[in-house]
């Protein structure tokens, strides 16, 4: 069974600051998503990895993966409060033919002034 | 271009009814999802289709469930016997093509059972 842990599962930060969300995964798998999720609403696509040594950016967001390792991190750079948000990676293992996603619990971010 | 939709956005009924729930996906995407999500959890996998054909149900979590797409574009979500531990919000996801499976979500349904 596919097993997807995030921590920190929750995280206060200062504006301004760095911090890295890690999210690791139990089985083979080179192909891993991340989501943004606001309060109530539905989850935001934002980044595809779909090999090892992938690295995405988006504005202070960078995701890497790791697929040796089984890992993926997001980074936050310099953080602002619009980025206040759950942040959700997943895992699909299409190589054994099964294209649904596996999410972690998600990692609740609070950027304080 | 025009997203996911789902309705009804909320819904609430009693126990031991019968519900639906409607997923209008992207135009042109051949996969669709269904998930759960329960407060404080990350979505949980029901069932996917490819085209019309359910080609993976092994999250629908008892046969009270069941799904349909009969034209390959909208699916219907169907729970009889409502249960409380039923309450979540449903999500419905699409994608263009299950090679690269980045999944777009519609907002969801709410679903309370009383």
């Known amino acids: 069974e596919l097993k997807v842990e995030q921590n920190p599962l929750f995280l206060s930060m200062q504006e301004g600051k760095n911090y890295t969300i890690y999210c690791n995964y139990s089985?083979?798998?080179?192909?891993l998503y991340w989501y943004r999720q606001d309060p109530g609403k539905s989850l935001e696509s934002l980044f595809v990895l779909l090999s090892n040594g992938a690295v995405k950016q988006e504005g202070r967001l960078m995701a890497s993966l790791d697929t040796k390792a089984r890992l993926s991190t997001l980074h936050i750079t310099a953080a602002v409060h619009d980025l206040s948000a759950t942040y959700f990676c997943a895992v699909d293992i299409a190589g054994a033919g099964s294209y649904q996603l596996t999410f972690g619990k998600g990692t609740k971010l609070s950027v304080i002034p | 271009g025009a997203g996911v939709s789902q309705t009804p956005s909320n819904k609430v009924t009693e126990k031991g009814k019968y519900v639906e729930l409607r997923c209008d996906p992207i135009s042109g995407h051949t996969a669709l999802y269904w998930y759960r999500q329960s407060l404080g959890q990350g979505p949980e996998f029901l069932i996917y289709f490819q085209g019309t054909g359910a080609a993976d149900d092994s999250g629908l979590p008892n046969d009270r469930f069941f799904a349909v797409r009969p034209e390959g574009s909208v699916s219907t979500l169907k729970i009889q016997r409502t249960e409380r531990g039923d309450s979540a919000v449903y999500l419905c996801?699409?994608?263009?093509?299950?090679?690269?499976?980045?999944?777009?979500f519609g907002p969801g349904t709410r679903l309370t059972v009383l």
């Open positions: 089985t083979t798998s080179d192909r």
């Open positions: 996801a699409s994608s263009l093509d299950p090679n690269n499976n980045e999944q777009f």
